[in-house]
């Protein structure tokens, strides 16, 4: 299973920006797939963006526009830059992954949280 690390949330004032971080660990054809969830209170979890090994990339329609996932392959790392943010966009954001067959791989970690707010 891969071991996951998520970092970067924060408070930010409505339009500003963050910047997560999801650091991986495990087998290399365990992590094919890199992703970015969240969950608001009271809200089921929800996808946010996903992102290939080969760089292909998927977004919810709520962010696109505005988040932009990427991936450094050599680190093992993915991103999630998060511009124009909006209350709406408060949630705890998890970092997940799946195998070649898109079967989950990691279990959910604790995430970061991200409060947007005057």
């Known amino acids: 299973q891969v071991h996951l690390v998520e970092s970067g949330g924060g408070l930010v004032q409505p339009g500003g920006s963050l910047r997560l971080s999801c650091a991986a660990s495990?087998?290399?054809?365990?992590?094919?797939?890199m992703g970015w969830h969240r969950q608001a209170p009271g809200k089921e979890r929800e996808l946010v963006a996903t992102?290939?090994?080969?760089?292909?990339?998927n977004y919810a329609d709520s962010v696109k526009g505005r988040f932009t996932i990427s991936r450094d392959n050599a680190k093992n790392t993915a991103y999630l830059q998060m511009n124009s943010l909006k209350p709406e966009d408060t949630a705890v954001y998890y970092c997940?992954?799946?195998?070649?067959?898109?079967?989950?791989?990691?279990?959910w970690g604790q995430g970061t949280q991200v409060t947007v707010s005057s």
């Open positions: 997940n992954t799946r195998d070649i067959y898109n079967r989950p791989s990691s279990s």
């Open positions: 495990g087998s290399f054809f365990s992590f094919i797939i």
């Open positions: 992102i290939s090994r080969d760089g292909d990339i």
